[in-house]
């Protein structure tokens, strides 16, 4: 009898679930794959929470295409394989065609290759690498974008803001050999330096797995006299480097890329210096402040208190926002036509105003934060 | 007499093993290597003598850190003939000892908390070796456990168990130490129990305020600096008097020499391992926090590579010989900042482990070690 009952029961609700999705035709699914668990859950949470935000606040407004949008929320870990089984589950069950994700390069490339080959549209809010939106022979795959600048570019951005803001003249570039990301940002920032006309007085390279002291590096910046020095690399090595450079009565200002973001950095010993990044708090643009606004409202922290946005939140609403603005410009749900509207946007988001060029890599500003009396402050904003 | 005969035979077969027809290959390469790094040196010297000078007290800092460690490879190498491997991590506990003692528990201002009165100099002092007392206190405590449960069962085992042993301890203390409860996986910055100043020398000697300039072409060192030399130097000084003019000194020594025999004489020879094992820990525990405050950034690997090369600083000097370990590291020290300025920063380690191979193909017994007598 209790079998009966509550087999009697699933066949309702099924029942009402398939009624239910025949009355109401008109939803429009979004998957967001974010790395709840893993080894950056933290990254995960932040990005589920902003594209959720801007997911709400559509609905709020009407939906889109006068479609109610349902998120479809997938714990993709941050690693290769539950990436792929995330996306094969959102585009083959759920029938999505579109897909805000994941954090990480190495997750998102994977999903890169399903979702483009089954025409649905990827959005990857925070994954740097160029092999998420290029194909090995050097193509742009058709439906996948970004909506972080790439690695180079931070290079790019800090070379124009010492050289034009800061009125250095002489750089001295320190960069990990055995690191792609920090290689990176010291080679852009490098061509975009001398481009600019300043000069590169010294160059000098270290293994950042390895190394802790950096005295005769810093012996040489000395003698360079450099008006800055770059060191791109993450805030482990920029404590170490910057703590030494103070004792050896180094006073160039040190500058760097979005590794120094972190909670761990030596704000005494990098005191002074600057670093690029994708979003700051303290900017007043008014996206930036509404956003701020509306995150600290939808949630709160241990104590109660409203939430500060980090830049994964931030750049997850701006990568929902830009989707559903892409297909509403587009005026149907069909994923040709939105990337088609993709490729031809301009949106005023968070993390600057963003259009894409060839690759489907934003062509976008970044923020300029200084570090100064123990804190992290919002410097500038730099246009590309 | 077949046994007379093959004696002579042996021998000259390991002569010809030493001394292979092609060793003048080797040893002009080795000439034209020295040549070559004597020219670099000196030119670099006759170019800017104060950079060179300052290079020179740079290599010094890491040498006196290597010596430290060091001095705990070649203790126990020389009466156990073990390798410890765990000792660079032993080194890492160190670090993190004082860290949490530190950060956690304000430690190094007890004197100031119970005492207001006493100045705040004194306080400082006395809370900093607090920590640093504490620290080789628990690295001694972890020393002696780990010789009890993975060493003392394999004494009588073959002596490639033990290494092995070692090394398996030394991946477990890094690992285990890297658990998100116990030290945490990430890069930690280090807060130090006492500010490291810095000063240059130009017609006296001046400090350097933080974030000012000091002016070009001048010597600057820092207290930590200081402090790690004196320690260095003091450490050596005391375990030279320790194996040379004490009770225990002597059953070490002679605990080295023939184990059996001083059972014999009855000397608790376990218990000297023992003490060996807590004595080098102890000063790899020193060793330990004055690398953090130096370098101020801590996490579970750190030991690794400082002990690495501060074995190869202890086979260079000849291992099992103290002053041998610490001219070793001395040198190593110089090696590395020398290379760091004047070949390129990345060839660092390259010319470490370098100088680890020439020692073994050259003089396998390193400066100061006794020809070996029996097979080693």
């Known amino acids: ?384 | 007499m077949p046994e007379k005969s093959d004696l002579p035979a042996a021998m000259s077969g390991i002569s010809r093993r030493r001394r292979p027809p092609l060793a003048w290959v080797g040893n002009g390469f080795l000439i034209i290597v020295a040549v070559l790094a004597a020219y670099v040196l000196v030119s670099n010297l006759a170019k800017n003598p104060i950079e060179f000078l300052q290079n020179v007290l740079d290599g010094l800092k890491l040498g006196c850190v290597y010596a430290l460690i060091a001095l705990g490879y070649t203790m126990v190498y020389g009466i156990v003939k073990l390798i410890n491997f765990a000792h660079g991590d032993v080194f890492m506990v160190g670090a993190f000892t004082s860290f949490y003692a530190v950060s956690q528990f304000n430690l190094h201002q007890w004197p100031q908390m119970l005492f207001p009165a006493i100045p705040a100099g004194i306080s400082l002092v006395v809370g900093s070796f607090t920590v640093i007392l504490l620290s080789m206190v628990v690295c001694t405590l972890l020393a002696i456990t780990i010789e009890r449960v993975a060493y003392k069962p394999l004494r009588d085992a073959p002596r490639i168990a033990a290494l092995i042993t070692a090394i398996g301890v030394s991946f477990f203390l890094e690992f285990f130490g890297a658990l998100q409860f116990v030290f945490s996986p990430r890069f930690i910055p280090y807060k130090s129990p006492f500010d490291t100043t810095a000063w240059y020398i130009q017609g006296g000697i001046h400090p350097i305020v933080s974030g000012q300039s000091s002016p070009d072409n001048t010597i600057s060192f820092s207290n930590i600096f200081l402090i790690i030399l004196v320690a260095s130097v003091l450490v050596q000084l005391f375990l030279q008097f320790l194996v040379r003019r004490t009770k225990i000194g002597v059953a070490m020594r002679a605990a080295s020499f023939d184990k059996p025999t001083a059972r014999l004489m009855g000397i608790n020879v376990d218990r000297v391992i023992s003490f060996t094992f807590a004595i080098g820990a102890a000063f790899a525990g020193l060793g330990g926090v004055l690398y953090a405050i130096a370098y101020a950034s801590i996490w579970t690997q750190l030991g690794i590579l400082p002990g690495l090369k501060a074995f190869v600083a202890a086979v260079l000097g000849g291992i099992g010989s103290l002053p041998g370990a610490f001219v070793g590291a001395l040198i190593m020290g110089q090696a590395e900042s020398l290379t760091m300025s004047y070949i390129s920063t990345p060839m660092r380690d390259a010319v470490a482990f370098t100088i680890l191979i020439i020692v073994l193909l050259v003089k396998p017994t390193g400066i100061f070690g006794e020809p070996a007598g029996e097979k080693a």
């Open chain 1, 1 to 384: 009898m209790k079998r009966f009952l509550s087999l009697t029961a699933i066949v309702l609700v099924l029942m009402v679930a398939v009624i239910g999705c025949q009355q109401a035709p008109k939803v429009l699914k979004v998957a967001v794959l974010a790395p709840l668990s893993g080894p950056v859950p933290t990254f995960g949470v932040s990005t589920r929470d902003g594209a959720l935000l801007a997911i709400n606040e559509w609905n709020a407004k009407g939906g889109v295409l006068n479609m109610k949008i349902t998120p479809v929320v997938e714990d993709s870990q941050c690693t290769p394989d539950p990436a792929v089984n995330a996306a094969n589950k959102v585009i083959n069950q759920d029938k999505v065609h579109y897909i805000v994700g994941e954090v990480c390069s190495k997750a998102s490339i994977p999903i890169s290759e399903i979702a483009n080959a089954a025409k649905v549209i990827q959005i990857s809010p925070t994954s740097t690498n160029t092999a998420v939106t290029v194909d090995k022979s050097g193509a742009t795959k058709a439906y996948i974008f970004r909506a972080c600048f790439i690695d180079p570019f931070q290079g790019k951005v800090g070379a124009t803001f010492a050289f034009n803001n800061l009125k250095a003249k002489n750089a001295f570039i320190m960069f990990d050999q055995s690191n792609d990301y920090v290689k990176g940002l010291a080679e852009a920032f490098e061509a975009t330096f001398t481009q600019l006309g300043g000069k590169i007085v010294g160059k000098e390279s270290y293994d950042g797995a390895k190394d802790t002291d950096f005295s005769a590096i810093l012996t040489k910046v000395k003698g360079a006299k450099p008006d800055i020095v770059y060191l791109p690399d993450y805030y482990n090595v920029v404590n170490l480097a910057t703590k030494q450079a103070k004792a050896k009565g180094i006073t160039a200002p040190f500058m760097g890329g979005d590794g120094w973001d972190s909670s761990d950095l030596d704000t005494k010993a990098s005191d002074g210096g600057y670093y690029t990044n994708h979003y700051s708090p303290d900017d007043q643009r008014a996206e930036v402040q509404n956003f701020l606004k509306a995150y600290g409202a939808a949630y709160k922290d241990d104590k109660n208190n409203p939430k500060v946005p980090d830049a994964l939140a931030a750049l997850a609403y701006d990568a929902t926002n830009l989707l559903l603005t892409a297909i509403k410009n587009a005026g149907a749900d069909n994923t040709d036509k939105v990337k088609a509207a993709m490729e031809g946007i301009s949106f005023d988001a968070v993390s600057g105003k963003i259009t894409y060029d060839a690759q489907h890599n934003p062509v976008k500003g970044a923020v300029i934060l200084k570090v100064t009396g123990g804190k992290v402050t919002f410097n500038s904003f730099v246009a590309p």
